[in-house]
């Protein structure tokens, strides 16, 4: 028995939130092994007061690398307060967000470069990459208009940009699946919300026979 490393990735809106809602408790009763939930930005304490400057729609002037390192930092500490710790313990750590965010938002959103923010990240994960990421795949105007939607008056610093930069995040992450065809599986995030729960379950339990085994 091992640990596992999960990360879930898409643009705005893509549903990654609310689909883990439900998937955790439907993974969790196939396994007898501990799910660990967590996010990017944030969790853990240090990560997530990151967190907060890095969304804070008044830090309209941060530097587009500084946001970059921001969030590599944010990924650092994450990954030593909590995504080792749980992997040591043989439990499965599902990430909503994780490295893929950053080199679409930051290297192809921002227009830093992939290949310079893969670069610092390859700092911050020193090599610990997910052993598997579940793509939601939701157009920019799809996500956005889910976004709007939901919180059109609270969104943060990144959804607030303008549909070209949201653009490049989409092209960003197409292109980062077409790199990483081995660890990323992609779903269609545009359908209803139970559809997506189950294809995400579907990937999964598919990856990892001997682990999500229960009641089989
Ligand atoms: N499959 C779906 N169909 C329609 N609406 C959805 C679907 N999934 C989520 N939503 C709605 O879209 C909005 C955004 O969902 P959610 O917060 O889960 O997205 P997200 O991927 O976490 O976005 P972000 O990364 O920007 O936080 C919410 O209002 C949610 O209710
Ligand atoms: C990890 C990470 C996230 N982002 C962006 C993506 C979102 O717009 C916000 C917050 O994420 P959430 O899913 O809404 O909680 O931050 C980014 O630009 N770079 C990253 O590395």
């Given at each position: ?36 939930l ?64 950053s ?51 609270a969104m ?12 490049r ?10 790199d ?13 919300p139970?559809?997506v ?20």
């Open positions: 028995m091992s640990g596992i490393f999960i990360s879930f990735e898409g643009p705005d809106g893509a549903g990654k939130t609310t689909a883990l809602k439900t998937l955790m408790p439907l993974l969790q009763a196939k396994t007898d092994q501990e799910i660990v967590s996010r990017e930005p944030g969790g853990s304490p240090i990560s997530e007061k990151i967190r907060k400057i890095i969304l804070d729609i008044h830090d309209e002037e941060m530097d587009s690398r500084t946001e970059a390192l921001l969030y590599a930092a944010a990924r650092r500490q994450h990954l030593i307060d909590v995504i080792l710790p749980t992997l040591k313990e043989d439990k499965i750590m599902l990430s909503d967000r994780f490295v893929d965010s080199i679409a938002y930051q290297g192809g959103g921002r227009e830093i470069g992939m290949s310079e923010v893969a670069e610092i990240n390859d700092f911050a994960i020193d090599g610990h990459l997910p052993d598997l990421t579940i793509y939601f795949d939701v157009s920019p105007e799809v996500g956005l208009s889910r976004i709007r939607k939901d919180h059109e008056g943060d610093r990144l959804e607030k940009e303008a549909i070209s930069f949201h653009n995040v989409y092209d960003s992450y197409m292109q980062i699946v077409k990483n065809p081995d660890r990323i599986k992609t779903i269609d995030a545009e359908q209803a139970e559809k729960v189950s294809d995400a379950l579907n990937v999964i339990t598919k990856q990892f026979p001997n682990i999500f085994n229960k009641g089989e």
